[in-house]
């Protein structure tokens, strides 16, 4: 069985820093891709970033130069620093990990509000 705990969300000013953590445990068990989405109120589930266990990224557009995610393999942990907040970044964001290289086999966390507000 596979867990991801998420850390790190919270309230923010525009223009101010978060960051957020994905810690994966599981025995037995290999794991590939990691990212984030989000989502906000009224509105679809969108994917933010992704990373490969090789260390590639991908950004949805909007994030981009923003926003930098990161893994560490050894503590199968993955880190989501967003910097120069906005408003329009508020949304629950969900961390996921795949087992399987095609992610077919995904698993998510519980979820972690951020809210970007004066």
């Known amino acids: 069985q596979v867990q991801l705990v998420e850390s790190g969300g919270g309230l923010v000013q525009p223009g101010g820093s978060l960051r957020l953590s994905c810690a994966a445990s599981?025995?037995?068990?290999?794991?590939?891709?990691m990212g984030w989405y989000r989502q906000a109120p009224g509105k679809q589930r969108e994917l933010v970033a992704g990373i490969t266990s090789q260390s590639t990224t991908h950004y949805v557009q909007s994030v981009k130069g923003r926003f930098t995610i990161s893994r560490d393999n050894v503590k199968n942990t993955a880190y989501l620093q967003m910097n120069s907040l906005k408003p329009e970044d508020t949304a629950v964001y969900f961390c996921y990990i795949d087992i399987s290289p095609s992610g077919i086999n995904r698993y998510w966390g519980q979820g972690t509000q951020v809210t970007v507000s004066s």
């Open positions: 599981g025995s037995s068990v290999r794991f590939y891709a």
